[in-house]
Structure formats: structure tokens, C-alpha cells
């Protein structure tokens, strides 16, 4: 199994997004330098659903500008599940497609005093990967 590193602010930051955006999910981008997480980018969700995200597309272009600007990279992509668990749905698994390199983590809010962040990689299946949050 393999890990990501993120920053407790990082998370912490995750968690609050999801929470703000209750009952919808949330949902976001994580830039990183050598792999390491370094800025969260909570966003838009343009789908206003509590079962599907869809980064708002302005919003994604900037941010995207931004990373490159500073030498970042796109780390992860997180988003919420407001009643299941921090697994990867088929329409989660489908949106990979297009984006296969980054982490995929999910905060899951099901049980909404005690959320869980889970992450993976979605490349020829699902490969969770530990979270440790430093």
C-alpha cells in the first residue's frame, strides 16, 4: 500500500469545506511540491448534488493557472460523501478517467461528528492508499 503525506491544516481545511457544503458534497484540489501536499484549494461544486461533484470549470482553470505558477503539481482531488463511506462510487472511478495521475481522497461525512478521510489511486482498479496526516 502505498501513502500520501497531508499537512493536519490540510485536512482540517477538507473536512471544514465538506461540512460548509452539507448536504451537497464538496469538493476541491490539492496542489503539492515533490510529492508533498502543500495548498489546499477548496471550490465549487457545479453540480449542487449531495451525490455528485463537478469542479466549477472558471474555478478550475484558475486554480490550475495557479498551481503552475507557483511550480506546483496536482496532488490529489478530494470531494465528500455526505451518507456513504470514503470508497470510491463507479461515477468517482469514471471521473478518474480523465485525471489518472493524482490521489483521489474522499472525506466521508456519514457519520458527521467522527468524518473519515480516506485516499486512493484510480488506475486499473481502486488502490487505497494509507493518509497520514502529519
Known sequence: MGAINLPKDIVDRMIEHARAEYPNEACGLIAGQDGEAVHVFPMANA????????????????????????GWELLAIFHS??????????????????????????????????????????????????????
Do not use: C, M, W
Not at 451525490?51 to 474555478?59: G, H, I, M
Open 47 to 70: 453540480d449542487a448534488s449531495p451525490v455528485t461533484y463537478r469542479l466549477e470549470s472558471k474555478e478550475q482553470l484558475d486554480v490550475f493557472n495557479e498551481i503552475e505558477e507557483k
Open 81 to 134: 460523501h455526505t451518507h456513504s463511506e470514503a470508497y470510491p462510487s463507479p461515477t468517482d472511478e469514471k471521473h478518474a478517467e480523465g485525471y489518472p495521475d493524482p490521489y483521489y481522497v474522499i472525506v466521508s461525512l456519514a457519520d458527521r461528528s467522527a468524518p473519515v478521510v480516506r485516499a486512493f489511486r484510480l488506475v486499473d482498479g481502486i488502490d487505497e492508499q494509507e493518509v497520514l496526516v502529519l
